[in-house]
Nanobody, 118 residues
C-alpha cells in the first residue's frame, strides 16, 4: 500500500519562503508524474507544479518564477516556494501518478496547510 507523507507547511509572512517535502512509502511500479496541488479556502483543488518522468516540469502561471519543484529521488519530491503571497494560502497536496498492473493510480497525501499572512 502506497502512502504519501508530506511535511513543511506552516505560517509565513508575505515575501517569505517555505519548502514542502513529500515521501512515498510502499512500492511504486512506474511513476509517470509527481506533483503538488493546492486547495485555497472555498475553491477547488488546482495544480501548482508537476514533474514528469522525462524531467519536464509544468508550473501554474501564478507561481512560475517563484516556486521550484524537484524530484529528489524515485520516491521523494519537494517544492521550494519563494516570495510567497497571501493568495498562496491553501492546503497543499502531494500527488503521484503511478502505472501498475491495474492501470493508472493517483496517490494523494493528507495535505499540509500553508498560510501566508502578516
Amino acid at each position: 500500500q502506497v502512502q504519501l507523507v508530506e511535511s513543511g507547511g506552516g505560517l509565513v509572512q508575505p515575501g517569505g519562503s517555505l519548502t514542502l517535502s513529500c515521501a512515498a512509502t510502499g512500492s511504486l511500479r512506474s511513476t509517470i508524474q509527481m506533483g503538488w496541488y493546492r486547495q485555497p479556502p472555498g475553491k477547488q483543488r488546482e495544480s501548482v507544479a508537476r514533474v514528469r518522468s522525462d524531467g519536464l516540469t509544468i508550473y501554474a502561471s501564478d507561481v512560475k518564477g517563484r516556486f521550484a519543484i524537484s524530484k529528489d529521488s524515485a520516491k521523494t519530491v519537494s517544492l521550494q516556494m519563494n516570495n510567497l503571497k497571501p493568495d498562496d494560502t491553501a492546503v497543499y497536496y502531494c500527488n503521484v501518478a503511478d502505472v501498475g498492473p491495474g492501470g493508472l493510480v493517483n496517490y494523494w497525501g493528507q495535505g499540509t496547510q500553508v498560510t501566508v499572512s502578516s
